[in-house]
């Protein structure tokens, strides 16, 4: 029999406010612990919550960014449960009134573009972090991050492979980055996602039941955890079990999961509506407001990449994922407008060097300007193609401009015919048989030639001067 895999992701994202959700502690990351706490995240008696507003707008931005409809009034939600890291024994999220529905993502995937719905956000706060010491009888608890604020996306169920379902990750995670509201840090973990994988028999509609993954935490392991749940799926069914609905845990290092335990169905958190909060009222003056203030995101940028500048939608993909990225590539093709050739030193060289020395574009050692000067001088013909990437490396060892490189080390560019007819016959005079294999009818010996004049000169020699003299010389 054949199966259809059936995803969906619910992603938290950190908003990357200066202070929690409903009180006024820092949310700064790596501070000692306990130490950004208060009466209201500690959950002490009688305290009352005060929304955030930041945390509505950043919210809001994302609603606005994936298509949603937003509620004109949603409410906060008491999510009830017993945990060490969790003082107040619930959990201030939303649950019946969200305050966003209803939205749709389009996400590049195989070179098509795959509609995903997003089924609803919500605003919550994050809960404490625990950690237990194994040599030791007791677990510690830090409540820094408790309060700090998130947004859950949840996505209806419409994935059906592992690399859609990691395209999808990539697409949102670029999208919070742009507009600025969290820092997309999958490895540290203010961007988390869990995934709801099933499988029903292919051409069926209904729902199979559905397993819920934890602890994916980064691109790589969401993808291999999900072909890996399909798998296991796959072999219970056709064994003639049936699939149970819980959450279970991917354990990286042992590339598999392990069940953590039943799957928890809504009415066991008692949710109800948070006394201590009013329903949230948003206006239409705001929402068009932050509309209007919405940047340009990824999906438009990728396609104006192609459509004004011309190229491949692979190299649009690329320098449009990350915001700074593609602003570096605007700024070097203001100075150099030659959209290939900067897309090409973009993807190639510039990406090598930050991939090898892990750093992002924004702490790049060369400047686009910098980059677009070196170019310059290739198209002028001061420096050799082969050159430039020589200059290129020294600019990144150095910080120096190409100019001044190619001025101290005299890397500049032969074009001066009769210095090179000089080289040309030189060549030509220690390799006699060639130059008669040549006239002889060899016409395949020209790239010899072109081989040992640029050796001559350490590839200085302009190409195009240098096929024109040996064009003429070899003659007769
Ligand atoms: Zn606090």
Redesign the pocket.
Known sequence: MEFEPVIGLEIHAQLKTDT?IF???STAFGAAPNTQ??P??LGLPGVLPVLNRTVVEFALRMALATGCTVARESRFARKNYFYPDLPKGYQISMYELPIAEHGRVDVPVDGALLPVRIRRIHMEEDAGKLTHDPDRPFSRVDLNRA?VPLIEIVSEPDLHTPAAAGAYLRQLRSIVRYLGICDGNLEEGSFRCDANVSIRPRGATGLGTRAELKNLNSFRFVERAIEHEIGRQKEVLLDGGAVTQETRLWDAAAGRSVSMRGKEEAHDYRYFPDPDLLPLVIDAGWIERVRSELPELPDARRKRFVAAHGLPDYDAGVLTAERELADYFERCLKAHPQPKTVSNWVMGPLLGLLNAEGIGIERSPIPAAELAALLALVERGAISAKTAKTVFDEMAATGRAAEAIVRAQGLAQISDASALDRVVDDVMARNPAEVAAYRGGKAKLMGFFVGEVMKATRGQANPKTVNEILNKKLQF
């Open positions: 929690k009180c006024g502690c706490t208060c209201v995240c309060g």
